[in-house]
């Protein structure tokens, strides 16, 4: 029950603006623009995922909900940390 209702939120919210975003760098790249990443952004991202994801791990495991739901969000979020710190020196 519970994954026909997780099925269309993650469509909405994941698929479809990855495939919008994915359009767009495409027509970018066409005209000759490419596309650069702002790793200060992906760093700021990175740094209010991870507490994000660890107080969603820590309710779930409180509630008795299977708490790895939250460990994706964790490693995103220090995954996008180490990223955006590592090209610090891109920084726009």
């Known amino acids: 029950m519970i994954i026909s209702i997780l099925i269309p939120i993650f ?4 698929v479809v603006p990855g495939i919008v ?3 767009q760098a495409r027509k970018r790249m066409r ?10 952004i992906l760093y ?9 994801g660890i107080l969603v791990t ?6 008795q909900i299977p708490f790895y739901a939250g ?7 220090l995954l996008y940390l180490v990223i955006g ?6 920084w726009q």
Do not use: E, H, W
Not at 11 to 14: I, M, S
Not at 71 to 77: D, E, K, M, N, V
Not at 85 to 90: A, L
């Open 31 to 40: 005209q000759g623009n490419p596309v650069r990443t702002d790793y200060r």
């Open 21 to 23: 975003m994915l359009l």
């Open 85 to 90: 710190r590592i090209n610090r020196r891109k």
């Open 71 to 77: 460990l994706p969000l964790l490693a995103l979020g």
């Open 58 to 63: 820590i309710v779930f495991f409180v509630l």
């Open 11 to 14: 469509l909405a919210l994941v």
């Open 44 to 52: 700021s991202f990175g740094k209010y995922i991870v507490p994000f």
